[in-house]
């Protein structure tokens, strides 16, 4: 009976002595082992006083490091030590950048609730499944293209895949735009891998009429008033052979040889004055009134590291061409035309939150003494890089365009890829020939916002609205270049 009486004492001696023994340091990998107690002694350590404090070692040296700062123990406190946090920067600056996001979010939520309610109940079938037939082998897109002057345009691209052989496909697009009855028809053939070396191929042929052109003559200080309409009637051909193997992806390059028939006559407008009406000022465009024949060669070349073709997010996108074009039946009309493309894509705070910058240029002069260049080789200005103008706003001789755009995600389709983005840009441009612009004239601007759905390959569709000095522009287009 009396061993075990001392063995519960010692027991109970144990258990205090190992409360009240300091623990080791935290950051401490090999701690050193404490001296075992005395057994044969049943009385265990007197504890501490309550007024003993622990004395917490502090650097010799203050901290260096902006990254973290220290926060002070309390001394009183048996269990503390220097505790360690990183710091907490002042980033207003990046917070203020999920702020367009949340707006539109809201402003957009009424169709965030049908999306969620058609994935919630509706999941068995994609979008493409719905437009494609035997195992996708055959698919249906719809284009869909709105703008401001040119009006409403709606048609359909029908695509036969794996055509005589797997990386082969023919298209047939069409597209009616309602406002007057003008029309374009694009057949393509792509086989990717045709050549030696993985060399793809590309034939394709057009036919387009546009009674409504904008013209508002030629320079880069031409005013608002100066609108004209313009009639082109467009056919043409083309062959395009990859320079490089398909597979290769930072470094690549074409060939196209092509052939064009245009005709520029009077334009056909309710309101405004059409081009060539005896006694105006704009003078019409070189080769009015007349039927061109063009011979085309082209050569362009790129440089991509960007992660995704169309939802990038980081890398470099540059490319440089020439285009030499010529009348083939004895007209004086020919040029040659260098353009020069640079875009970067940085990522920004969160996933898919990406800044661009993009700078541009073109230059066009004649390929031989004495002749005048084609209108559509000249420098173009307009709603293609400068957004907030006219489509075919300012043709010259030379033209620059810069833009930044803040891209942001506002939905994804599960994990599929496909998401709808918003940006917020900024663009500007100016446009001049021989003759240099006035002070009032040398920069042109715009700014806006737009939506657009793509997947990582491909674009899918985009819609912007900008504001210029010249008014606003509104434009959504699908399956179709804005």
Same mark, same amino acid.
């Given at each position: 009976?009396?061993?075990?009486?001392?063995?519960?004492? %010692?027991?109970?001696?144990?258990?205090?002595?190992? &409360?009240?023994?300091?623990? @080791?340091?935290?950051?401490?990998? %090999?701690?050193?082992?404490?001296?075992?107690?005395?057994?044969?002694?049943?009385?265990?350590?007197?504890?501490?006083?309550?007024?003993?404090?622990?004395?917490?070692?502090?650097?010799?040296?203050?901290?260096?490091?902006?990254? #973290?700062?220290?926060?002070?123990?309390?001394?009183?406190?048996?269990?503390?030590?220097? %505790?360690?946090?990183?710091?907490?920067?002042?980033?207003?600056?990046?917070?203020?950048?999920?702020?367009?996001?949340?707006?539109?979010?809201?402003?957009? &939520?009424?169709?965030?609730?049908?999306?969620?309610?058609?994935?919630?109940?509706?999941?068995?079938?994609?979008?493409?499944?719905?437009?494609?037939?035997?195992?996708?082998?055959?698919? =249906?897109?719809?284009?869909?293209?709105?703008?401001?002057?040119?009006?409403?345009?709606?048609?359909?691209?029908? &695509?036969?895949?794996?055509?005589?052989?797997?990386?082969?496909?023919?298209?047939?697009?069409?597209?009616?735009?309602?406002?007057?009855?003008?029309?374009?028809?694009?057949?393509?053939?792509?086989?990717?891998?045709?050549?030696?070396?993985?060399?793809? *191929?590309?034939?394709?042929?057009?036919?387009?009429?546009?009674?409504?052109?904008?013209?508002?003559? *030629?320079?880069?200080?031409?005013?608002?008033?100066?609108?004209?309409?313009?009639?082109?009637?467009?056919?043409?051909?083309?062959?395009?052979?990859?320079?490089?193997?398909?597979?290769?992806?930072?470094? &690549?390059? =074409?060939?196209?040889?092509?052939?064009?028939?245009?005709?520029?006559?009077?334009?056909?407008?309710?309101?405004?004055?059409?081009?060539?009406?005896?006694?105006?000022?704009?003078?019409? @465009?070189?080769?009015?009134?007349?039927?061109?024949? #063009?011979?085309?060669?082209?050569?362009?070349?790129?440089?991509?590291?960007?992660?995704?073709?169309?939802?990038?997010?980081?890398?470099?996108?540059?490319?440089?061409?020439?285009?030499?074009?010529?009348?083939?039946?004895?007209?004086?009309?020919?040029?040659?035309?260098? %353009?020069?493309?640079?875009?970067?894509?940085?990522?920004?705070?969160?996933?898919?939150?990406?800044?661009? =910058?993009?700078?541009?240029?073109?230059?066009?002069?004649?390929?031989?003494?004495?002749?005048?260049?084609?209108?559509?080789?000249?420098?173009?200005?307009?709603?293609?890089?400068?957004?907030?103008?006219?489509?075919?706003?300012? #043709?010259?001789?030379?033209?620059?365009?810069?833009?930044?755009?803040?891209?942001?995600?506002?939905?994804?389709?599960?994990?599929?890829?496909?998401?709808?983005?918003?940006?917020?840009?900024?663009?500007?441009?100016?446009?001049?020939?021989?003759?240099?612009?006035?002070?009032?004239?040398?920069?042109?601007?715009?700014?806006? =916002?737009?939506?657009?759905?793509?997947?990582?390959?491909?674009?899918?569709?985009?819609?912007?609205?900008?504001?210029?000095?010249?008014?606003?522009?509104?434009?959504?287009?699908?399956?179709?270049?804005?």
């Amino acid at each position: 009976m009396k061993k075990f009486v001392v063995l519960a004492l %010692t027991l109970v001696g144990g258990l205090r002595l190992a &409360s009240a023994w300091p623990l @080791p340091p935290a950051d401490s990998t %090999t701690p050193a082992e404490p001296t075992p107690a005395d057994l044969s002694d049943p009385q265990p350590p007197p504890p501490p006083a309550a007024d003993t404090t622990v004395v917490v070692p502090v650097p010799a040296e203050p901290l260096t490091n902006p990254d #973290y700062e220290v926060v002070e123990a309390d001394v009183h406190d048996s269990m503390t030590t220097n %505790t360690w946090r990183p710091a907490r920067t002042f980033d207003l600056h990046w917070r203020l950048l999920y702020l367009p996001q949340h707006l539109l979010e809201l402003a957009f &939520s009424p169709i965030g609730l049908l999306v969620a309610a058609t994935e919630k109940y509706r999941l068995d079938r994609r979008v493409v499944d719905w437009l494609g037939f035997d195992k996708n082998r055959y698919v =249906i897109r719809p284009r869909i293209k709105f703008a401001f002057n040119d009006g409403p345009g709606l048609g359909a691209r029908f &695509s036969r895949k794996k055509l005589f052989a797997h990386r082969a496909e023919l298209s047939l697009a069409a597209m009616y735009r309602t406002s007057n009855r003008d029309w374009q028809i694009d057949l393509e053939y792509e086989h990717r891998l045709l050549l030696l070396g993985g060399r793809g *191929i590309r034939a394709h042929a057009t036919a387009e009429l546009d009674q409504n052109q904008p013209f508002y003559g *030629i320079g880069g200080a031409t005013e608002l008033e100066d609108r004209r309409v313009l009639t082109s009637r467009d056919q043409a051909v083309a062959a395009e052979v990859d320079l490089r193997h398909t597979d290769r992806y930072t470094y &690549s390059g =074409i060939l196209e040889v092509a052939f064009r028939r245009q005709t520029l006559e009077a334009g056909v407008d309710k309101v405004r004055m059409p081009v060539g009406t005896p006694g105006d000022s704009v003078l019409p @465009p070189p080769g009015f009134d007349e039927t061109s024949h #063009y011979a085309d060669l082209r050569v362009v070349g790129s440089y991509d590291t960007r992660d995704t073709e169309a939802r990038a997010t980081r890398g470099w996108l540059v490319s440089l061409g020439t285009l030499a074009r010529f009348e083939v039946t004895g007209a004086e009309r020919s040029a040659a035309t260098f %353009t020069g493309n640079a875009r970067l894509h940085l990522p920004l705070v969160g996933e898919l939150r990406t800044l661009m =910058i993009a700078v541009g240029g073109a230059a066009s002069i004649p390929l031989f003494r004495g002749h005048s260049v084609p209108l559509y080789s000249l420098a173009g200005l307009g709603r293609h890089n400068v957004r907030g103008y006219d489509r075919s706003r300012f #043709y010259d001789r030379f033209a620059f365009t810069a833009t930044v755009e803040y891209r942001f995600p506002l939905y994804e389709y599960l994990s599929s890829k496909v998401g709808l983005d918003a940006l917020l840009f900024v663009d500007t441009g100016t446009s001049f020939g021989e003759e240099k612009p006035l002070p009032g004239d040398w920069v042109r601007y715009s700014a806006g =916002i737009g939506l657009r759905g793509a997947h990582e390959t491909k674009l899918l569709f985009q819609m912007f609205f900008a504001l210029s000095p010249e008014g606003a522009q509104v434009v959504f287009g699908a399956e179709k270049q804005l």
